[in-house]
C-alpha cells in the first residue's frame, strides 16, 4: 500500500503565482485534511473533508482552495502565493468513526517556498 | 480556544538516559490527547493515545498519562536510544472533531551515542 501520496516534494514559487499540491490515498478513508508546519508553531489545520463532496475550512483557510471530487483525492490550491504561504504542508487521511477518526496517516510532506 | 503547550526544546539526551516531554492542553469538553513523532525527512506518525481520563497509552517504550485534573498528557520514556531521535507533537481531538486535531508545537530530541 502507497498510504499517502503527495506530489510535488518540493516547489518554488514567485510571488502571485497559482499552483495546486496533489494528495491522493488508496486506503478508502472517508476523512482527508491539509495542515501547513512553520517552525515553532506545530501543524495547523487548513482544510479538511468528510467526504466526497463535502469540505470545510480549518484554523487558517484563508489563500487555498480544496474540492474533493473523489474519495482518493484532495487537492489543495494556491491561488495567488505570497511568501507568508512558504511552509512544509502534510496531507492526512483517517477513517471515520469515534474510534479511527483522529488517528491520521500523513502523506511525507510538500516544501513550498514562495520568493 | 483549544491549544496544547508542550514544553520548550530542543532536548539533548545521552543513549540510555529518561525522556520526559512536558504537555498541556486546554479544551472544552473531553478530549482525545495524541503523541504523534516526526523522523527526520518523514511525515507524522502516530505513536500513542489515550482517550479518557486516566487512560494510559503505550507504545515503543514510550508512556503517557491522561490527567484530567492537571490537564496534562506528558511523554516519557526509560531508557532513549539513538533511534529515538526526532520531532515530538502533542495533539488532541475534541469530542466531535473527527480528524481535526489540534497541535502543539512540537519538541525536537536528539539522543547521542
Known amino acids: 500500500n502507497a498510504g499517502v501520496t503527495q506530489t510535488p516534494k518540493f516547489q518554488v514559487l514567485k510571488t502571485g503565482q497559482s499552483m495546486t499540491l496533489q494528495c491522493a490515498q488508496d486506503?478508502?478513508?472517508?476523512?482527508m485534511s491539509w495542515y501547513r508546519q512553520d517552525p515553532g508553531m506545530g501543524l495547523r489545520l487548513i482544510h479538511y473533508?468528510?467526504?466526497?463532496?463535502?469540505?470545510d475550512q480549518g484554523e487558517v483557510p484563508n489563500g487555498y482552495n480544496v474540492s474533493r471530487s473523489t474519495t482518493e483525492d484532495f487537492p489543495l490550491r494556491l491561488l495567488s502565493a505570497a511568501p507568508s504561504q512558504t511552509s512544509v504542508y502534510f496531507c492526512?487521511?483517517?477513517?471515520?468513526?469515534?474510534?479511527?477518526?483522529?488517528?491520521?496517516?500523513f502523506g511525507a510532506g510538500s516544501r513550498l517556498t514562495v520568493l | 480556544g483549544d491549544s496544547v503547550t508542550q514544553m520548550e526544546g530542543p532536548v539533548t539526551l545521552s543513549e540510555e538516559a529518561f525522556l520526559t516531554i512536558n504537555c498541556t492542553y486546554t479544551?472544552?469538553?473531553?478530549?482525545?490527547l495524541f503523541w504523534y513523532v516526526q523522523y527526520p525527512g518523514e511525515g507524522l506518525q502516530l505513536l500513542l493515545k489515550?482517550?479518557?481520563?486516566?487512560d494510559k497509552g503505550s507504545n515503543k517504550g514510550f508512556e503517557a498519562t491522561y490527567r484530567k485534573e492537571t490537564t496534562s498528557f506528558h511523554l516519557e520514556k526509560g531508557s532513549v536510544q539513538v533511534s529515538d531521535s526526532a520531532v515530538y507533537f502533542c495533539?488532541?481531538?475534541?469530542?466531535?472533531?473527527?480528524?481535526?486535531?489540534?497541535f502543539g508545537q512540537g519538541t525536537i530530541l536528539t539522543v547521542h551515542p
Open positions: 479544551a472544552t469538553g473531553y478530549p482525545s
Open positions: 492526512a487521511s483517517s477513517t471515520g468513526g469515534l474510534a479511527g477518526a483522529n488517528v491520521l496517516t
Open positions: 486506503m478508502n478513508h472517508e476523512y
Open positions: 495533539a488532541h481531538a475534541g469530542g466531535t472533531s473527527y480528524g481535526k486535531l489540534t
Open positions: 489515550a482517550t479518557k481520563a486516566d
Open positions: 473533508s468528510v467526504g466526497a463532496g463535502i469540505t
